[in-house]
């Protein structure tokens, strides 16, 4: 496996990570590389909430992964903490070099260290690979996902 570094995203990797969340079928659709303000201001929420915990993975001083782990107090299981991983993307040049498990473990370590009980994620339905990669490292399909756009 290639040499990754893990580490916080800074303001100067965004161009980077809305690169790659833009370069797949369904992310064509949904996002703008060519105007960054919104994801600007976006990452300025993230970066003052102690509860948002986006990171890039780097290679050779380029970035090449990203997701983004939410931290969530709850009542419900106990009062349980959860955490839900969104957003997992790899540049297509690392993909099956190990990088996406290896931000993945790094998610459920982070997770572990934050106290959480249970690591939630979701996928889109019509992303079937990433529903084995999930799979393969433990995550169960146990509930039915919905969306409304408002």
């Not at 300025?44 to 102690?50: C, F, I, N, S, T």
């Not at 915990?53 to 992964?65: K, P, S, T």
């Amino acid at each position: 496996m290639s040499d990754f570094r893990i580490r916080p995203a800074s303001s100067a990797d965004i161009p980077a990570i809305v690169a790659m969340l833009a370069d797949d079928p369904l992310g064509a659709q949904r996002e703008s590389p060519d105007d960054l303000t919104p994801y600007t201001a976006a990452f300025e929420r993230l970066a003052g909430d102690p509860n948002q915990h986006l990171v890039v993975a780097e290679h050779d001083g380029r970035v090449v992964g990203s997701l983004q782990l939410t931290v969530i107090p709850g009542l419900s299981r106990r009062g349980a903490t959860r955490s839900i991983i969104e957003a997992v993307r790899i540049h297509a040049d690392e993909r099956g070099s190990g990088l996406g498990t290896r931000l993945i473990e790094w998610a459920v370590d982070e997770s572990r260290r934050q106290n959480c009980q249970l690591v939630q994620l979701t996928s889109d339905a019509s992303r079937t690979d990433a529903r084995r990669f999930y799979e393969r490292l433990g995550f169960e399909a146990s509930h039915v996902g919905f969306k409304l756009s408002i």
